[in-house]
C-alpha cells in the first residue's frame, strides 16, 4: 500500500484581523501518494481520497487491461470540494506524440460519494488515456466510465436508458460513434453510451472493446466492428444492441411478474395497515 503524506496549510502568527476573518477560505490540507497529489479541506478528506485513487488506478487497470500501469512520472492532481449534493467530476488531459504529458482531476459533492463514484469513474478516463495515448470517442469515455461506479449509479443509468427508448429515441450508431462533441441531450447521450458499452462489453469483454476503439480510430468503425465482433458493420452491430436491449427488457418483465406471483396474498386488514397517504409504487 502507498505511504500518504499529509499536511496542513499553516498560516504565520503575526496575521492581520482582516486576514483572520478570511481563515475559513484559507485553510485546507493535502496527501500525496505515489501517483496522486491531492487537495481537499481537511487531511483526513484528502487521504481518503488518494487512498481510494490508488485502489481504483490498479483494481480499473486489470479490469481493463489485464495488468497494473507502471507508475507515473508525476503525480495526477486532484481537487476536492465539498458539497450536499451528488458526485461529479472531471479530467483534462495533454497529449504528445501518443503519450499523456499531463492530467488533473477535479471531483465535488458528498464525500461517500465521491468515493463511491466520482473517482472511479475519473480514473477510468486515465486508464484509458494511457492506454490509447490520444483522447477517446466521447461516448465511449463517458459510457465505459460509468460501469465503474457503484451499483446505484449503475441503477440509475439503467432507468435513463429505459426512459431514452420509451421517450426520446437513440441516436443511430453511426451519428454517435462520429460524435466530436457533446451535444445538448447531454443525459440521453451519456445513456445511451452506457448502454452500448455494456453491450460490447458483456458480449466480448473490457481487452476488447479497447482493442475495438483503438483500431477504429486508425481505420474505421465498420472494420473494427467485423474484426472484434464478427458482425459486417457498424449497421449490423446496432441491430445487435438493440436486439440485446429488448431480450433484456423482456426478462426484467418476466422476472417482475414472477416476483409478483411468488408473493403472499394480504389480507384486507395487513393492506391497511401498510398503506401510507398518498403513497404510490414505480417499478
Not at 483494481?59 to 489485464?66: E, F, R, S, V, Y
Not at 464478427?230 to 438493440?242: F, G, I, K, P, Y
Request: charged share 25%; aromatic share 8%; with cysteine.
Amino acid at each position: 500500500m502507498d505511504a500518504i503524506q499529509g499536511r496542513s496549510a499553516r498560516l504565520p502568527l503575526n496575521l492581520s484581523l482582516a486576514v483572520l476573518a478570511c481563515l475559513p477560505l484559507l485553510m485546507g490540507a493535502s496527501a500525496r501518494t505515489t501517483n496522486f497529489t491531492v487537495d481537499a479541506s481537511s487531511t483526513q478528506v484528502a487521504e481518503q481520497v488518494a487512498r481510494r485513487a490508488e485502489e481504483c488506478r490498479k483494481q480499473i487497470a486489470l479490469a481493463w487491461l489485464g495488468h497494473t500501469l507502471p507508475d507515473w512520472p508525476r503525480p495526477c492532481p486532484i481537487r476536492v470540494k465539498l458539497t450536499g449534493g451528488e458526485a461529479g467530476g472531471l479530467t483534462s488531459f495533454g497529449f504528445h506524440r501518443g503519450k499523456v504529458t499531463d492530467q488533473t482531476m477535479q471531483v465535488e459533492g458528498r464525500l461517500e460519494r465521491i468515493l463511491a463514484s466520482a473517482i472511479p469513474h475519473e480514473v477510468t478516463h486515465t486508464i484509458f488515456a494511457h492506454y490509447l495515448g490520444g483522447p477517446m470517442p466521447r461516448w465511449a469515455d463517458e459510457g465505459a466510465s460509468l460501469l465503474s461506479e457503484d451499483e446505484r449509479e449503475l441503477a440509475r443509468h439503467d432507468r435513463i436508458v429505459d426512459e431514452l427508448f420509451e421517450r426520446r429515441g437513440a441516436f443511430a450508431l453511426a451519428q454517435l460513434f462520429a460524435m466530436e462533441e457533446y451535444p445538448r441531450d447531454l443525459i440521453g447521450f451519456y445513456g445511451q453510451g452506457y448502454s452500448i458499452s455494456r453491450f460490447l462489453i458483456e458480449i466480448g469483454g473490457r481487452p476488447r472493446f479497447l482493442e475495438f476503439i483503438r483500431d477504429a480510430q486508425s481505420e474505421n468503425w465498420d472494420t473494427a466492428t467485423l474484426r472484434h465482433y464478427s458482425l459486417a458493420n457498424v449497421r449490423e452491430l446496432e441491430r445487435a444492441w438493440l436486439s440485446w436491449r429488448k431480450v433484456g427488457d423482456a426478462a426484467d418483465h418476466r422476472a417482475v411478474a414472477l416476483a409478483q406471483t411468488r408473493q403472499p396474498r394480504a389480507t384486507p386488514s395487513a393492506r391497511i395497515e401498510r398503506a401510507e397517504p398518498g403513497a404510490t409504487f414505480q417499478r
